[in-house]
Antibody, heavy 123, light 107 residues
Protein backbone atom coordinates (compact mmCIF):
# COMPACT_ATOMS: atom_id res chain seq x y z
CA UNK A 1 0.00 0.00 0.00
CA UNK A 2 1.31 3.41 -0.96
CA UNK A 3 1.90 5.69 2.02
CA UNK A 4 3.01 9.30 1.93
CA UNK A 5 3.59 11.08 5.21
CA UNK A 6 4.28 14.81 5.27
CA UNK A 7 5.92 16.67 8.11
CA UNK A 8 7.48 20.02 8.91
CA UNK A 9 4.43 22.27 8.93
CA UNK A 10 3.63 24.70 11.70
CA UNK A 11 3.29 28.36 12.63
CA UNK A 12 5.91 30.56 11.01
CA UNK A 13 6.43 34.30 10.96
CA UNK A 14 6.27 36.17 7.65
CA UNK A 15 9.63 36.40 5.95
CA UNK A 16 11.00 33.25 7.55
CA UNK A 17 11.80 29.93 5.88
CA UNK A 18 10.44 26.44 6.36
CA UNK A 19 11.25 22.98 5.05
CA UNK A 20 8.63 20.32 4.47
CA UNK A 21 9.36 16.63 4.13
CA UNK A 22 7.44 13.69 2.73
CA UNK A 23 8.43 10.11 3.49
CA UNK A 24 7.20 7.50 1.03
CA UNK A 25 6.65 3.77 1.35
CA UNK A 26 4.82 0.97 -0.39
CA UNK A 27 6.23 1.63 -3.86
CA UNK A 28 9.57 2.02 -5.61
CA UNK A 29 10.09 5.70 -4.86
CA UNK A 30 12.91 6.30 -7.32
CA UNK A 31 10.71 5.13 -10.22
CA UNK A 32 8.20 7.95 -9.91
CA UNK A 33 7.83 11.66 -10.41
CA UNK A 34 6.61 13.38 -7.26
CA UNK A 35 4.74 16.62 -6.62
CA UNK A 36 3.68 19.12 -4.00
CA UNK A 37 0.11 20.42 -4.14
CA UNK A 38 -1.33 22.93 -1.71
CA UNK A 39 -4.80 23.86 -0.53
CA UNK A 40 -5.50 27.22 1.02
CA UNK A 41 -7.95 27.04 3.93
CA UNK A 42 -11.46 26.45 2.63
CA UNK A 43 -10.27 26.79 -0.95
CA UNK A 44 -9.38 24.63 -3.90
CA UNK A 45 -6.26 22.76 -4.91
CA UNK A 46 -3.18 24.42 -6.36
CA UNK A 47 -0.22 22.60 -7.89
CA UNK A 48 3.06 23.87 -6.46
CA UNK A 49 5.93 21.88 -7.94
CA UNK A 50 7.02 18.60 -9.46
CA UNK A 51 10.29 16.69 -9.71
CA UNK A 52 11.10 13.72 -11.93
CA UNK A 53 12.37 10.42 -10.57
CA UNK A 54 16.08 11.21 -10.97
CA UNK A 55 15.67 14.96 -10.28
CA UNK A 56 16.53 15.60 -13.91
CA UNK A 57 13.57 17.89 -14.44
CA UNK A 58 11.81 20.26 -12.06
CA UNK A 59 8.83 22.54 -12.56
CA UNK A 60 7.16 25.19 -10.43
CA UNK A 61 3.90 27.08 -10.49
CA UNK A 62 4.23 30.69 -11.52
CA UNK A 63 3.33 32.00 -8.07
CA UNK A 64 6.44 30.37 -6.60
CA UNK A 65 8.60 33.16 -8.06
CA UNK A 66 11.87 31.62 -6.93
CA UNK A 67 10.88 31.24 -3.28
CA UNK A 68 10.33 27.46 -3.27
CA UNK A 69 12.84 24.69 -3.87
CA UNK A 70 11.78 21.09 -4.45
CA UNK A 71 14.22 18.25 -3.99
CA UNK A 72 14.31 14.56 -3.26
CA UNK A 73 16.60 11.94 -1.75
CA UNK A 74 15.87 8.59 -3.33
CA UNK A 75 18.10 6.76 -0.85
CA UNK A 76 15.82 7.99 1.93
CA UNK A 77 12.54 7.66 -0.02
CA UNK A 78 11.95 11.31 0.73
CA UNK A 79 10.64 14.40 -1.00
CA UNK A 80 11.27 17.93 0.24
CA UNK A 81 9.98 21.45 -0.22
CA UNK A 82 11.99 24.37 1.07
CA UNK A 83 10.01 27.61 1.24
CA UNK A 84 11.71 30.95 1.75
CA UNK A 85 10.39 34.46 2.40
CA UNK A 86 7.08 33.07 3.62
CA UNK A 87 3.99 35.22 3.13
CA UNK A 88 0.58 35.04 4.84
CA UNK A 89 -0.89 33.91 1.52
CA UNK A 90 1.30 30.77 1.70
CA UNK A 91 -0.88 29.58 4.58
CA UNK A 92 -2.20 26.23 3.36
CA UNK A 93 -2.20 22.49 3.69
CA UNK A 94 0.73 21.16 1.68
CA UNK A 95 0.22 17.71 0.17
CA UNK A 96 2.84 15.37 -1.19
CA UNK A 97 1.51 13.45 -4.20
CA UNK A 98 2.79 10.56 -6.29
CA UNK A 99 2.47 10.96 -10.03
CA UNK A 100 0.73 8.42 -12.21
CA UNK A 101 2.83 7.55 -15.24
CA UNK A 102 1.40 8.71 -18.54
CA UNK A 103 3.26 7.79 -21.72
CA UNK A 104 4.88 10.88 -23.20
CA UNK A 105 3.74 13.22 -20.43
CA UNK A 106 6.29 14.56 -17.97
CA UNK A 107 3.90 16.33 -15.57
CA UNK A 108 0.72 14.38 -15.27
CA UNK A 109 -1.77 13.50 -12.56
CA UNK A 110 -1.68 12.34 -8.98
CA UNK A 111 -2.67 8.83 -7.98
CA UNK A 112 -1.73 8.87 -4.31
CA UNK A 113 -1.71 11.67 -1.77
CA UNK A 114 -0.45 12.16 1.75
CA UNK A 115 -2.68 13.62 4.43
CA UNK A 116 -0.98 16.98 4.24
CA UNK A 117 0.89 19.24 6.61
CA UNK A 118 -0.47 22.65 7.61
CA UNK A 119 1.70 25.71 7.21
CA UNK A 120 0.41 28.85 8.91
CA UNK A 121 2.21 32.10 8.21
CA UNK A 122 1.37 34.73 10.77
CA UNK A 123 3.07 37.15 13.12
CA UNK B 1 -2.04 28.40 -18.60
CA UNK B 2 -5.19 26.33 -19.04
CA UNK B 3 -7.96 27.64 -16.80
CA UNK B 4 -10.58 25.10 -15.72
CA UNK B 5 -14.05 26.30 -14.75
CA UNK B 6 -16.29 23.90 -12.86
CA UNK B 7 -20.04 24.21 -12.60
CA UNK B 8 -22.18 24.33 -10.69
CA UNK B 9 -20.37 25.48 -7.58
CA UNK B 10 -22.76 23.49 -5.42
CA UNK B 11 -25.11 20.67 -6.34
CA UNK B 12 -27.86 19.83 -3.87
CA UNK B 13 -29.18 16.31 -4.40
CA UNK B 14 -30.53 13.31 -2.53
CA UNK B 15 -29.14 9.79 -2.27
CA UNK B 16 -30.14 7.75 -5.29
CA UNK B 17 -30.21 10.75 -7.61
CA UNK B 18 -27.91 11.34 -10.56
CA UNK B 19 -25.19 13.98 -10.35
CA UNK B 20 -23.75 15.69 -13.40
CA UNK B 21 -20.68 17.88 -12.88
CA UNK B 22 -19.11 20.03 -15.57
CA UNK B 23 -15.51 21.09 -16.20
CA UNK B 24 -14.79 23.54 -19.00
CA UNK B 25 -11.27 24.37 -20.18
CA UNK B 26 -10.07 27.70 -21.55
CA UNK B 27 -8.08 25.86 -24.23
CA UNK B 28 -8.59 22.50 -25.88
CA UNK B 29 -7.03 19.69 -23.84
CA UNK B 30 -5.14 17.24 -26.01
CA UNK B 31 -5.60 13.49 -25.69
CA UNK B 32 -8.25 13.99 -22.99
CA UNK B 33 -5.55 14.61 -20.40
CA UNK B 34 -8.09 15.38 -17.71
CA UNK B 35 -8.55 13.84 -14.27
CA UNK B 36 -11.23 14.02 -11.58
CA UNK B 37 -10.68 13.83 -7.82
CA UNK B 38 -12.99 13.50 -4.85
CA UNK B 39 -12.22 15.20 -1.55
CA UNK B 40 -14.11 14.68 1.69
CA UNK B 41 -13.76 17.03 4.68
CA UNK B 42 -10.50 16.56 6.51
CA UNK B 43 -9.18 14.12 3.91
CA UNK B 44 -6.76 14.24 1.03
CA UNK B 45 -8.09 14.14 -2.52
CA UNK B 46 -8.63 10.75 -4.12
CA UNK B 47 -8.17 10.04 -7.82
CA UNK B 48 -11.42 8.96 -9.47
CA UNK B 49 -10.97 9.33 -13.22
CA UNK B 50 -8.01 9.83 -15.57
CA UNK B 51 -7.82 10.23 -19.31
CA UNK B 52 -11.26 11.85 -19.04
CA UNK B 53 -13.06 8.51 -18.84
CA UNK B 54 -10.93 5.79 -17.25
CA UNK B 55 -11.75 4.86 -13.66
CA UNK B 56 -8.89 4.59 -11.22
CA UNK B 57 -8.34 1.38 -9.29
CA UNK B 58 -11.14 0.61 -6.86
CA UNK B 59 -13.52 3.30 -8.06
CA UNK B 60 -17.14 2.10 -8.30
CA UNK B 61 -18.71 2.01 -11.72
CA UNK B 62 -21.38 4.51 -10.70
CA UNK B 63 -18.66 7.09 -11.39
CA UNK B 64 -18.10 7.84 -15.07
CA UNK B 65 -16.29 10.52 -17.00
CA UNK B 66 -16.78 11.79 -20.50
CA UNK B 67 -15.89 14.63 -22.81
CA UNK B 68 -13.06 15.92 -24.94
CA UNK B 69 -11.57 19.18 -26.15
CA UNK B 70 -12.84 21.85 -23.78
CA UNK B 71 -15.90 20.21 -22.21
CA UNK B 72 -15.78 17.38 -19.72
CA UNK B 73 -18.34 15.78 -17.44
CA UNK B 74 -18.25 13.65 -14.32
CA UNK B 75 -21.44 11.67 -13.74
CA UNK B 76 -22.40 9.81 -10.59
CA UNK B 77 -25.25 7.59 -11.66
CA UNK B 78 -26.87 7.01 -8.28
CA UNK B 79 -25.55 8.95 -5.32
CA UNK B 80 -24.56 6.98 -2.27
CA UNK B 81 -24.25 8.72 1.13
CA UNK B 82 -20.45 8.50 0.93
CA UNK B 83 -20.42 10.39 -2.40
CA UNK B 84 -21.29 13.73 -0.83
CA UNK B 85 -18.01 15.58 -1.17
CA UNK B 86 -16.15 18.14 -3.28
CA UNK B 87 -15.03 17.15 -6.76
CA UNK B 88 -12.15 18.71 -8.67
CA UNK B 89 -11.04 18.38 -12.27
CA UNK B 90 -7.37 18.73 -13.22
CA UNK B 91 -5.65 19.00 -16.58
CA UNK B 92 -2.27 17.51 -17.38
CA UNK B 93 -2.01 18.59 -20.99
CA UNK B 94 0.44 21.36 -20.18
CA UNK B 95 2.42 22.93 -17.39
CA UNK B 96 1.49 24.51 -15.09
CA UNK B 97 -0.85 21.76 -14.00
CA UNK B 98 -4.15 23.34 -13.06
CA UNK B 99 -7.29 22.42 -11.14
CA UNK B 100 -10.84 23.61 -11.41
CA UNK B 101 -12.37 25.44 -8.48
CA UNK B 102 -14.42 22.42 -7.40
CA UNK B 103 -18.06 21.38 -7.21
CA UNK B 104 -19.54 20.55 -3.85
CA UNK B 105 -22.15 17.81 -3.93
CA UNK B 106 -24.33 18.18 -0.87
CA UNK B 107 -27.48 16.62 0.47
Amino acid sequence: EVQLVESGGGLVQPGRSLSLSCTASGFTFDDYTMHWVRQLPGRGLEWVSGITSNSGAIAYADFVKGRFIISRDNAKNSLYLHITRLRPEDTAFYYCAKARRVEGVRWALFDSWGHGTLVTVSS
Amino acid sequence: EIVLTQSPGTLSLSPGERATLSCRASLSIRNSYLAWYQQKPGQAPRLLIYGASSRATGIPDRFSGSGSGTDFTLTISRLEPEDFAVYYCQQYDSSPLTFGGGTKVEI
